[in-house]
């Protein structure tokens, strides 16, 4: 086919447009104008006033924590569903199981929210449990919806293996548990850990789903960078975008790099 | 001659979970069954049930207490009455406030949507037919964004687009006028587009990239000019990823509360936005359940449609 020039433009201007917002963001993080958008000279500022608010810090470490464990329990649940869809071909209410799987990944977060909050309430007043709502009603909240996004990076992983594998374990005597803690998980491994991390960051990055669950004296990073973005720009929140969005970048890239140079060895093996 | 016996390693001792294993399998649980029932049931109680409540508090109405909704079911002298209230679903019929918000949501969605697909169509059709070695470098350039925080990256286009941001300072520079951009429905199909792009591109990426390009040299050859072939051969072969990422845009549009509260104005009408006023403000929680009931209802067809597409994605690769 023949190389055009409208190809090239378009996705430079695609990308233009995903990137130039993010990048001034952080370019203006080290403005020293309280002005966010005026630049008027380099500054670390923003970012010793960030270390020193008290009400950041501890929405952040609390966020970090939520994720943790929400990323955890979401991986085992995560990685059970999926071995159960690729795996087990026939089983009773599989149509309906695969679909209660997937469902969480398009429902809209006020639903989910709403859903969530309505169900915690009601079971207060049944059986008295979950008192109240705070940290466990958000790390419960975010490890369902959390769950669908792992069966998904496992599935695929699970459904291009070499089944082969597991069958000559399972000739060789090894009990179905045995197989997968042996043969299956270190072969799935890398998508569990993208799992994991998937989890993790889209835990500390809900705001709506939080909000509705969140409890007095539980409010996490994205409530707190919300209120804060409402009342208009700071210049903090900019120095904090920066922090996370270098982070996360960083990891990304890194983690590219290493699957390339993986893909690439193992290309030369073949 | 070494017996074969000799070569293979010593048998490991007997795995902790052995045991435990034998033992649900005696009272007749396999670990096939746990492997479905502990996910099945962790969803049917957080993701299942709670849609049923939030149906069966839509039929409550607003009370003050705590909780702040009338009971549905309630004894009085041994008898269980059951009251339901249409009243909610009644208001959302009549009352013009949520008919114009269901439908300006709809719209905005369908707009965004499109937007998106005449975007994030020809970015995966030059991702799929750029040489191989750029690609995985470029889709990872599509999938970060993904990674980073979605309210930071609608929080980066509020600076960009305010009165005295980074665009209008830019076109004061050839002394044009600054332009209003925030708080107009310009703003929020702006961060729509700009908030779910990747979720168009990706599905596109894949199925464009298994486009034969035996087919599109077939009909070059065939005499057909490029503009031709695009339309017979590439636009028909890729509508599954066409479908599954405008649904992947659209059906999380139509809810979204984060976007049109951060860059719309006060008279962008979404019913996100609706259904968050109506319960933190209003703390009008019946009515907020009802208000979910019915965009669940909106939602439907294309949550169906989406999984349809994923299908035919996924079968295609294989």
């Not at chain 1, 001034?24 to 380099?42: I, R, Y």
């Not at chain 1, 009603?137 to 082969?164: E, K, P, W």
Request: proline share 6%; glycine share 8%; net charge positive.
């Amino acid at each position: 086919m023949r190389r055009g020039w409208f190809l090239p433009i378009v996705a430079t201007l695609g990308f233009a447009f995903l990137y130039l917002p993010v990048i001034s963001l952080v370019v203006f993080s080290f403005n020293e104008n309280k002005l966010v958008t005026v630049w008027t000279g380099f500054s670390t500022k923003w970012y010793s006033e960030l270390f020193r608010d008290p009400q950041i810090l501890g929405a952040a470490w609390l966020s970090l924590q939520i994720a943790f464990c929400v990323a955890t329990i979401a991986l085992v649940l995560g990685t059970l569903c999926a071995v159960a869809l690729v795996r087990f071909k026939k089983f009773r209410g599989r149509t309906v199981f695969a679909g209660t799987v997937s469902a969480p990944l398009v429902m809209p977060d006020v639903i989910t929210g709403v859903s969530m909050l309505l169900l915690f309430v009601a079971m207060e007043s049944l059986i008295g449990w979950p008192s109240g709502r705070g940290v466990l009603t958000i790390i419960i909240a975010h490890a369902t919806f959390c769950t669908a996004y792992v069966a998904v990076v496992v599935q695929s992983r699970l459904s291009d293996f070499d089944l082969s594998l597991e069958e000559a374990a399972m000739d060789l005597g090894a009990t179905p548990a045995r197989v997968f803690f042996d043969i299956t998980l270190p072969i799935i491994a890398p998508a569990l850990v993208s799992g994991w991390l998937l989890a993790f960051t889209l835990s500390l990055d809900d705001l709506v789903i939080a909000s509705f669950v969140s409890g007095p004296g539980s409010s996490t990073l994205p409530m707190v960078i919300f209120s804060k973005i409402r009342l208009g720009v700071s210049p903090d929140v900019n120095a904090l975008a920066t922090i996370i969005i270098g982070v996360v970048a960083l990891g990304v890239v890194l983690a590219t790099v290493a699957q390339m140079r993986g893909r690439r060895q193992n290309a030369k093996r073949a | 001659m070494s017996t074969i016996g000799s070569q293979l390693p010593p048998p490991r001792r007997l795995l902790p979970w052995k045991g435990l294993e034998r033992r649900l399998r005696d009272v007749g649980i396999s670990g096939r069954t746990l492997v479905i029932a502990a996910p099945a049931i962790w969803l049917t109680v957080f993701f299942l049930i709670p849609l049923g409540v939030v149906f069966a508090i839509s039929l409550a109405t607003k009370q003050f207490g705590r909780p702040p909704y009338s009971p549905l079911l309630t004894t009085e002298g041994g008898t269980v009455q059951l009251t339901l209230h249409l009243s909610n679903y009644v208001k959302l019929i009549t009352d013009p406030l949520y008919v114009a918000a269901y439908l300006s949501s709809i719209r905005i969605a369908l707009i965004s949507t499109v937007i998106t697909l005449i975007i994030g169509f020809p970015m995966a059709y030059a991702i799929a037919r750029a040489p191989e070695k750029w690609r995985n470098v470029l889709l990872m350039l599509v999938i970060l964004p993904f990674w980073t925080s979605f309210l930071l990256r609608v929080y980066a286009l509020t600076g960009f687009m305010r009165g005295n941001g980074v665009i209008n300072q830019f076109l004061g520079l050839f002394g044009i006028e600054p332009l209003v951009m925030m708080q107009t429905d310009f703003a929020v199909y702006v961060g729509i587009v700009y908030s779910y792009l990747p979720f168009m591109i990706l599905p596109l990426y894949t199925t464009l990239v298994k486009l034969d390009t035996s087919l599109l040299e077939a009909s070059a050859d065939l005499g057909s000019r490029p503009w031709q072939t695009f339309l017979s051969i590439t636009l028909p072969l890729s509508i599954p990823g066409i479908v599954a990422g405008s649904m992947l845009v659209f059906i999380p549009a139509i809810g979204e509360f984060v976007i049109p509260s951060l860059l719309g104005g006060p008279e962008t009408l979404m019913i996100g936005r609706v259904l968050w006023d109506e319960f933190f403000s209003a703390t009008n929680w019946p009515r907020a359940a009802a208000v979910a009931v019915a965009m669940l209802v909106v939602v439907v067809i294309p949550i169906v449609l989406l999984q349809k597409a994923q299908d035919a994605v996924v079968e295609k690769g294989k």
